[in-house]
């Protein structure tokens, strides 16, 4: 697609994106902390799952009882959990002017179901972009990560996770794809730092931006 985007004019929306394993949810958590002592209004979220609805799409999408899905299936139940955080998490904080930070997006789309499936990328993209108003983050912090060393944190699996090296593999490709077509809009990260050194380096790509978010 050459749709340059839509980027909200009130609060920012930043996303960390990245393979399985490679600190997401430890750097949302981080961003947030330092975000909040500084007064800013902040709201941490993720996907799938962080909707009423959601929760029932992750239950489905992850589930290694589901088995297998069509291709297309999963791509649709992944859009859909989306389109429902945008309307109703996503786009009102930020019409508040609050910073929104969440674990995951649009990119896990395009490379799980994208370049991780055998479907087409641009495919996925039109129907995910449809879905989510075309709105895009001002930033995505992309944790590099080789896929093994990722899944090696895990004791169990879900149905994405127990995909196989290859696919994981192409979903870390994927990424880093997106991240050097754009880079007035990524950050990417090599995991394997330190996770202060990490996090400092996300803050300083954010401070400039902040400018349009509210203080709590």
């Known amino acids: 697609m050459t749709s340059p985007g839509r980027y909200s004019d009130h609060g920012v929306f930043v996303c960390f994106e990245g393979g399985e394993g490679a600190g997401k949810s430890t750097q949302s958590r981080a961003l947030r902390t330092w975000l909040e002592a500084e007064g800013f209004a902040v709201l941490l979220t993720f996907e799938p799952g962080d909707t009423e609805v959601g929760r029932k799409i992750r239950q489905i999408v992850l589930d290694p009882a589901t088995g297998e899905l069509s291709h297309r299936t999963e791509a649709l139940l992944y859009a859909a959990d989306k389109a429902e955080h945008i309307d109703t998490v996503v786009a009102p904080a930020l019409a508040r002017g609050e910073v929104v930070i969440t674990d995951r997006y649009v990119d896990s789309?395009?490379?799980y179901q994208g370049a991780g499936r055998d479907l087409l990328v641009d495919e996925v993209e039109q129907v995910n972009r449809w879905a989510t108003h075309d709105l895009r983050p001002h930033l995505t912090v992309v944790l590099d990560l080789e896929p093994q060393a990722g899944l090696g944190r895990f004791a169990g699996r879900d149905r994405i996770e127990g995909e196989s090296a290859e696919f994981h593999l192409r979903v870390r490709?994927?990424?880093l794809r997106m991240a050097a077509a754009s880079p007035e809009h990524y950050l990417v990260l090599d995991a394997r730092l330190p996770v202060d050194d990490i996090s400092k380096a996300v803050r300083e790509r954010?401070?400039?931006?902040?400018?349009?978010?509210?203080?709590?």
């Open 109 to 111: 789309a395009l490379a």
């Open 173 to 175: 490709e994927a990424f």
């Open 206 to 216: 954010v401070q400039p931006m902040l400018r349009q978010a509210a203080r709590s």
